[in-house]
């Protein structure tokens, strides 16, 4: 069976939650960063209080609801950013939030290596029906990589956003089992 | 759509530990009832005793447990309890153990009616793919019911009990989601 922790550019891994607090600490300072990712006002924090988070989820790391990953290059063997998956169990669909902390991997196919290993994981470990997202309308290179994974553009709320004085869309997408199933071409995992 | 927890004989209902320590008390001082409900030797725990462990098994709110008592319609009378455990969310497997405790109310359908609803709220509420139970061998009437309600013999462990000088096998029984979908045309929404 396949190594489902192993993509073509990157791997899932957990790092100590000291080493994941100094990287995190580092990557709130990129403000940019966290408006591509959250809604939140850009917020600075204790390295103390990033490693309490960081020790809470991995209290929580075997609730079958709640899924998240430490993410390597394979070329470098470097923590370059995470992914987390919030499950429904009854409904049989979970979201998903990622993102890549280390700027100088942007835009070279990371994070839909990323993605990719983490719609494996879901379809063919967890055994998900669906599997949801939001991004800013502001993100177009998120959306990209998305769409290249299969993602379809399902909603949008209109101007839940406001950043830099202008109004701006939150987009949802989904894929579905069957959609990413389809998309394997029978290379069976 | 249907109440999901009203059947033609009983329902479900909220599991007071208060109550149903009372209630559970008093039914195990038949050893009868004991004997087919667990394979530990009867004994006689305290009311205090049972209302501590049920208090903390609800304590817990989450999305693989629930709990019941079994009322009748007739006369909202407290008859049984029932629990449902799900034991593995990728297959969608749950393990069902359930008790009639009021022996005037054994051999004349309440069991099955029970685990009708049971089944519905499983397939319908939680969406599972698959119910298991265990049963003892020397349990003939839960396993007619069981078998009314749509379960199939799928193992046994040999020889699992030693009881009244006689060592019994441990039944187990399940249903697949198309199997009951398929008995349940009619209730399935």
Request: with cysteine.
């Amino acid at each position: 069976m396949k190594d489902l922790f192993r993509g073509e550019l990157v791997r899932f891994t957990l790092e100590e939650p000291e080493t994941a607090a100094k990287a995190e600490l580092r990557w709130t300072h990129d403000t940019e960063l966290h408006r591509l990712l959250d809604g939140d006002p850009a917020q600075l924090f204790s390295e103390k209080k990033i490693r309490e988070w960081i020790e809470k989820q991995s209290a929580d790391s075997s609730m079958p609801e709640r899924y998240s990953f430490s993410v390597r290059t394979l070329a470098e063997d470097q923590y370059i950013g995470f992914l987390g998956l919030w499950v429904d169990l009854i409904h049989s669909e979970a979201w998903v939030g990622l993102g890549i902390g280390e700027r100088e991997f942007w835009s070279k196919g990371y994070g839909t290596d990323m993605m990719k290993l983490c719609l494996q994981y879901v379809f063919t470990e967890l055994c998900l029906e669906r599997l949801s997202l939001g991004v800013h309308a502001y993100n177009p290179r998120a959306i990209r990589s998305y769409e290249k994974c299969g993602f379809r553009l399902e909603g949008r709320t209109r101007g839940d956003v406001l950043r830099e004085g202008r109004r701006t869309d939150s987009l949802w997408m989904g894929i579905l089992r069957a959609e990413w199933m389809q998309m394997q071409n029978g290379d069976r995992t | 759509m249907k109440d999901v927890l009203t059947g033609k004989l009983v329902r479900l209902a909220a599991f007071d530990p208060e109550e149903m320590s009372k209630a559970f008390t008093r039914w195990n001082l038949n050893s009868e009832y004991q004997r087919l409900s667990n394979s530990d030797p009867t004994r006689m725990p305290s009311a205090k005793r049972n209302a501590k462990w049920m208090e903390d098994r609800v304590a817990e709110l989450s999305p693989a447990r629930y709990h019941f008592s079994i009322r009748t319609l007739a006369e909202d009378k407290l008859i049984g309890e029932l629990g449902l455990d799900v034991v593995d969310w990728s297959g969608r497997d749950a393990f069902v153990g359930l008790g009639i405790g009021e022996t005037e109310y054994w051999g004349k359908g309440y069991g099955t009616d029970v685990m009708n609803v049971l089944l519905r709220f499983a397939f319908t509420e939680i969406n599972l793919r698959r119910v298991t139970l265990s049963v003892f061998e020397y349990n003939p009437r839960a396993i007619r019911s069981y078998e009314k309600a749509g379960f199939r013999h799928e193992g046994y462990l040999r020889n699992f009990l030693n009881r009244a000088g006689h060592r019994w096998n441990e039944i187990y029984m399940g249903i697949l989601r198309e199997e009951w979908m398929g008995l349940n045309t009619d209730t399935a929404g």
